[in-house]
């Protein structure tokens, strides 16, 4: 499975950003999907996923704010982000979860949020 993100960016604190994840040749809808985010010296963690049935979670740190959603006809997974603040800068992944691993990720996009 080969996924690829789009829609990072800089944008300034405040402000909104949606990332998209897709994969060409292979059929997303199997898989949970999530994203996920690395900051610089940090580990990598994980800030909103969706089952297959439409199950969501989030991290405490982007509840009220991001938005995870999955539109299986076009095989793709969503993360809009509003009211970004400078800790939610990181590398953003897009995961698909096979038999309880993340095992399929793409090659991640960078949001940068900076006045």
């Known amino acids: 499975v080969q996924l690829v993100e789009s829609g990072g960016g800089l944008v300034q604190p405040g402000g909104s950003l949606r990332l998209s994840c897709g994969a060409s040749e292979s059929d997303l809808q199997i898989y949970t999907l999530g994203w996920f985010r690395q900051a610089p010296g940090k580990q990598r963690e994980l800030v909103a996923s969706i089952t297959i049935g439409g199950i969501l979670r989030y991290a405490d740190s982007v509840k009220g704010r991001f938005t995870i959603s999955r539109d299986d006809a076009k095989n793709t997974v969503s993360l809009q982000m509003n009211n970004l603040v400078p800790e939610d800068t990181a590398v953003y992944y897009c995961?698909?979860?096979?038999?309880?691993?993340?095992?399929?990720w793409g090659q991640g996009t960078q949001v940068t949020v900076s006045s």
């Open positions: 995961s698909a979860k096979f038999i309880d691993q993340w095992k399929y």
